[in-house]
Nanobody, 114 residues
Framework: QVRLVESGGGLVQPGGSLRLSCAASGFDFSSYVMSWYRQAPGKEREFVATISAPGSDTNYAASVKGRFTISRDNANNTMYLQMNSLKPEDTAVYYC???????WGQGTQVTVSS
């Protein structure tokens, strides 16, 4: 059974940093492209970043490029999102996604506020 569990969210001040984790189980994690998405209150869910199966290729939404870094540890079946220089508009529930067969985690709340 595919399972994706996000963690690491919380309340942070503008300009601060957080690192999100996505722990995967139930499938061969190292063989799949993985992604991060987010959904702010009252808005549609949006793409944040994606990483290739071996971790060699990444892609980012324009709104986070240069501030966020996606990475993965295939030995430990975990994906990460390092978020720096956070802004209030980054406030959202952040979701881990395996695009193949469209699997999602339950999300973790990130709130950027002073």
């Amino acid at each position: 059974q595919v399972r994706l569990v996000e963690s690491g969210g919380g309340l942070v001040q503008p300009g601060g940093s957080l690192r999100l984790s996505c722990a995967a189980s139930g499938f061969d994690f190292s063989s799949y492209v993985m992604s991060w998405y987010r959904q702010a209150p009252g808005k549609e869910r949006e793409f944040v970043a994606t990483i290739s199966a071996p971790g060699s290729d990444t892609n980012y939404a324009a709104s986070v490029k240069g501030r966020f870094t996606i990475s993965r540890d295939n030995a430990n079946n975990t994906m990460y999102l390092q978020m720096n220089s956070l802004k209030p508009e980054d406030t959202a529930v952040y979701y881990c996604r395996r695009p193949v067969f469209d699997r999602w985690g339950q999300g973790t709340q990130v709130t950027v506020s002073s």
